[in-house]
């Protein structure tokens, strides 16, 4: 199994700035994804975060909005970028080993 | 295309009760199903998995499920609640071709009665 670990585990942001959250795994891993979960919600993928190259961005996410580095194959960031209220969500990271996925515990992000 | 439908966003049991959480699943290839527990401000935690072996699936802390490819379902149980089990519980699917891209249920929030 891999452990997971993010940075922050929560903020609170101004609207129109960006956020920067960190996602360290402890092994290397294949594959690499970043989840929303909106209040209330279930988790909807917003990107595949490749080593080398660009993310891949589900429908509904694009690049300018979520920006995402891979640059080894133990960590990724996402960033939130020019934030509004309805950002306002929990960001999972997780790897792929095998055939399942590890997440780690989030970070809550609140937007005033 | 693969889809997760989680009956019920609240189920309520009785502690020592059967629980029983519901998840039919949509998938053009083999899936492989997931159950996947989330306590209060915490993430998400795998309680058990089924990748086309034993159809019958035991998982962490009493639950298991069982992979039913007639009804497509893959309903997650424990034959008593516990006080603790309350919770978030998600379902999700994924292609067993190479793509690793979990498709989640909404989710179902269990409560548990004393």
């Known amino acids: 199994s891999a452990v997971i670990s993010q940075k922050p585990s929560r903020d609170i942001c101004q609207r129109g700035t960006s956020l920067t959250i960190q996602c360290q795994v402890d092994?290397?891993?294949?594959?690499m994804f970043w989840y929303r979960q909106q209040p209330g919600q279930s988790l909807t993928l917003i990107a595949t975060?490749?080593?080398?190259?660009?993310?891949?961005?589900e429908s509904g996410f694009v690049i300018d909005k979520f920006p995402i580095s891979r640059p080894n194959l133990t960590f990724s960031t996402l960033t939130v970028s020019n934030m509004s209220p309805e950002d306002s969500s929990i960001y999972l990271c997780?790897?792929?080993?095998?055939?399942?996925?590890?997440f780690g515990p989030g970070t809550r992000l609140t937007v005033l | 295309a693969q889809s997760v439908t989680q009956l019920g966003s609240h189920v309520s049991v009785s502690e020592g009760a059967l629980v029983l959480l519901r998840c039919n699943y949509s998938?053009?290839?083999?899936?492989?199903l997931f159950w996947y527990v989330q306590y209060p401000n915490q993430g998400l935690q795998l309680l058990l998995k089924?990748?086309?072996?034993?159809?019958l699936v035991k998982g962490i802390n009493g639950f298991e499920a069982e992979f039913k490819k007639s009804e497509t379902s893959f309903h997650l149980t424990k034959p008593s609640a516990h006080m603790s089990d309350a919770a978030e519980y998600f379902c999700?699917?994924?292609?067993?071709?190479?793509?690793?891209?979990?498709?989640f249920g909404t989710g179902t929030r269990l409560k548990v009665l004393a």
């Open positions: 999700a699917v994924s292609g067993a071709t190479g793509t690793y891209k979990y498709i």
């Open positions: 997780s790897a792929s080993g095998g055939n399942e996925q590890f």
């Open positions: 089924y990748t086309s072996a034993a159809t």
């Open positions: 998938s053009s290839v083999p899936p492989y």
């Open positions: 975060a490749n080593q080398g190259s660009e993310a891949t961005y």
């Open positions: 092994s290397q891993v294949t594959m």
